[in-house]
């Protein structure tokens, strides 16, 4: 069976200060990955996707980025975090029809 | 563009019933797939239940059940016998294969009194 992880679970960083999320998929192979953030108590928003190694669609201008450095591996990444960085931060993956998205537990982050 | 509008921001219902939760959305696809998703206080989102546009039937998963109709683009889920379990965000969700990206509602917080 598929399944996906995402860490850290929590995490607390200063404004200006690097970021690295990752998020890993295990019993398929070229899944579909996708990069979520939720605001405290509203929908998701998708930052980015991706279809292959190498191969990333931004969906929203901001100081985000994404790597797919493996077929199974996703990276969110930031050089210098903003405050509205912060939020809750989901990683999906997808495969074929009927294209339902299977999330991970999710990444809180808090930038102070 | 296509877009999923949840017009219940919060919903509640007694334990041992049923409630509905609304979903509509707006698309010029004729190929297209919709989706409940729960997501817990925990915040891992769920699959609930999906729908093919292509199928009159309506899709059942145990408690949970849609009322799917296509000319209102309307994508309605019922749960029956409410549990506590239940207690959640709701979110209705679009996907058309021409696209890349799933399309979200903004959600329907569902509380289940005792």
């Known amino acids: 069976s598929q399944t996906i992880h995402q860490w850290p679970a929590t995490l607390v960083q200063p404004v200006g200060s690097p970021l690295s999320l990752e998020c890993t998929v295990e019993?398929?192979?070229?899944?579909?990955l996708y990069w979520y953030r939720q605001a405290a108590g509203r929908g998701l928003q998708l930052l980015f996707y991706s279809v292959g190694i190498g191969q990333i669609s931004s969906e929203v201008p901001q100081n985000l980025s994404a790597s797919r450095p493996q077929d199974r591996q996703f990276i969110l990444s930031s050089k210098k975090l903003l405050l509205s960085d912060s939020g809750f931060y989901l990683c999906?993956?997808?495969?074929?029809?009927?294209?339902?998205?299977?999330f991970g537990p999710g990444t809180r982050l808090t930038v102070t | 563009a296509q877009t999923v509008t949840q017009s219940q921001p919060e919903m509640s219902v007694q334990e041992a019933e049923t409630v509905t939760l609304s979903c509509t959305y707006d698309t010029s696809e004729s190929d297209y797939y919709l989706f409940w998703y729960k997501q817990p206080p925990s915040r891992q989102m769920i699959l609930v239940i999906r729908?093919?546009?292509?199928?009159?039937q309506n899709a059942t998963e145990n408690r949970f059940s849609v009322n799917f109709q296509k000319a209102a683009k309307s994508f309605s889920l019922k749960i029956s016998d409410s549990q506590l379990g239940d207690a959640a965000m709701y979110f209705c969700?679009?996907?058309?294969?021409?696209?890349?990206?799933?399309?979200f509602g903004a959600g329907t917080r569902l509380t289940v009194k005792p």
């Open positions: 999906a993956w997808s495969q074929g029809t009927p294209y339902e998205q299977y």
């Open positions: 729908q093919e546009a292509y199928k009159q």
């Open positions: 969700a679009y996907k058309t294969p021409r696209n890349n990206d799933m399309r």
């Open positions: 019993g398929t192979s070229n899944p579909n």
